[in-house]
């Protein structure tokens, strides 16, 4: 019975996530060609192909862990179709791996079930329909509010994404708290201690190296 629910969930929603999710992404990389090929025809614009590159070496040597880290560590979360759908609408750490999260937590659904996948993608989905009345408001009364504004709630924006990463640890924490002191004390250590790790490569040996202590850790409890 397992084995047939689990085939017509494949071929039912995980198989046709797969299709969509694979021509939509694609459509949103060549899509983002647009603006600057409109300004190349326009206006000219084009810089030299050695400023192109220098850029993107760049941005590649700042971000280019979370390629790696991002889509593996949020994973157990967010599932298929919420890998899907974030690496499309952005916001991933910030907003869509709460939301996420926390739509599991309220319905009690363990992570990495296909519940868990389905209660994330709806709660993924309510995200991204939310972000979008918020960000049309902003955009549109964004400037007009930033100064009505004291310098103390303006200020406190700074300490926005630091608090939702640190509520999700928490979170996750509480439910595996072995694992939570060997990644906080893991990084304590890389922190205070080696002080070398420059953060594209704190990020992936923190994550990678509490995949590994959880895993050997489940293998073990198992045998």
């Known amino acids: 019975m397992d084995d047939n629910m689990n ?4 071929e039912d929603f995980t198989k046709p996530i797969i299709k969509t999710g694979r ?11 647009l603006p600057p090929i409109y300004l190349w025809i326009r206006y000219g614009a ?16 700042i971000y280019g862990s979370y390629y790696v880290v991002e889509p593996i560590s949020y994973f157990p979360v967010l ?13 991933i750490g910030n907003m869509r791996v709460p939301c996420a999260a926390v739509a599991q937590e309220a319905l009690k659904v363990e992570p990495g079930t296909k519940k868990a996948e389905l209660v994330a993608t709806l709660g ?6 939310t972000n979008l009345i918020v960000v049309t408001i902003a955009a549109v009364a ?12 303006i200020n406190a924006f700074d300490f926005v994404l630091p608090a939702i990463f640190g509520s999700m640890f928490a979170m996750f924490a509480v439910k595996y708290p ?21 953060v594209w490569l704190l990020i992936p040996t923190c994550v990678f190296s509490t995949i590994l202590f959880a895993t050997k850790s489940y293998k073990r409890k198992s045998n």
């Open 7 to 10: 085939k017509a969930y494949y």
């Open 46 to 61: 084009l810089p030299p192909i050695k400023s192109i590159l220098t850029g993107w070496f760049l941005i590649a040597s």
């Open 79 to 91: 599932g298929v179709a919420g890998t899907y759908m974030v690496c499309l609408a952005g916001n």
């Open 178 to 198: 072995k694992y939570g002191a060997f990644a906080l004390g893991l990084t304590l250590f890389l922190l205070g201690v080696v002080k070398v790790l420059p």
């Open 124 to 129: 993924i989905a309510g995200s991204i329909i």
């Open 23 to 33: 021509w939509t992404l694609f459509a949103a990389v060549a899509l983002s060609f």
């Open 142 to 153: 964004g400037k007009q509010l930033m100064e009505i504004f004291p310098p103390v709630v």
